[in-house]
């Protein structure tokens, strides 16, 4: 259980950063009026995957219960699953980049920006993913 809600913790910290970073971006574009697509993209991206996966991780740390053996199989067996959604998206993100670069000649960067957001948060929530499954996959 010490495991689990340290894992559910580093996401929470994961989201709440995310949420904070691109709050800042969009503050400063907004400040500064600068406009940019790319990045106000990039913001939108990582405010929305933030507020999902700290809703998500606040949930789960609420409801923490000890797990038994079966339990700890089906908790393996979803990471196993999340962990293949985090390398979806980073393959999703990469689509996003490329056919937005290929179908605009780099015209237009808000895909790219929405893109690269998305494998960002595929990448850092793959990491938070495997390792917590590597731990989890070593009790069982």
């Given at each position: 259980m010490a495991a689990e809600k340290a894992h559910l913790i580093r996401v929470l910290v994961w989201a709440l950063t995310c949420v904070l970073a691109g709050t800042a971006v969009l503050a400063v574009l907004?400040?500064?009026?600068?406009?940019?697509?790319?990045?106000?993209?990039?913001?939108?991206?990582t405010i929305g995957f933030g507020v999902f996966e700290a809703t998500v991780a606040a949930v789960a740390l609420s409801g923490l219960v000890p797990r038994d053996l079966s339990a700890a199989t089906r908790l393996e067996q979803h990471m196993r699953f999340e962990t293949g959604l985090d390398v979806a998206c980073i393959?999703?993100?990469?689509?996003?980049?490329?056919?937005?670069?290929?179908?605009?000649?780099?015209?237009?960067?808000?895909?790219?920006?929405?893109?690269?957001?998305?494998?960002?948060q595929g990448t850092a929530l793959l990491a938070l993913d495997g390792?917590?499954?590597?731990?989890?996959?070593g009790f069982i």
């Open positions: 907004t400040v500064r009026r600068w406009t940019s697509a790319l990045l106000s993209a990039f913001a939108i991206q393959a999703i993100g990469v689509t996003l980049v490329l056919t937005t670069l290929a179908f605009t000649h780099g015209r237009r960067l808000g895909g790219v920006g929405a893109g690269l957001g998305i494998i960002v390792r917590f499954l590597a731990i989890v996959s």
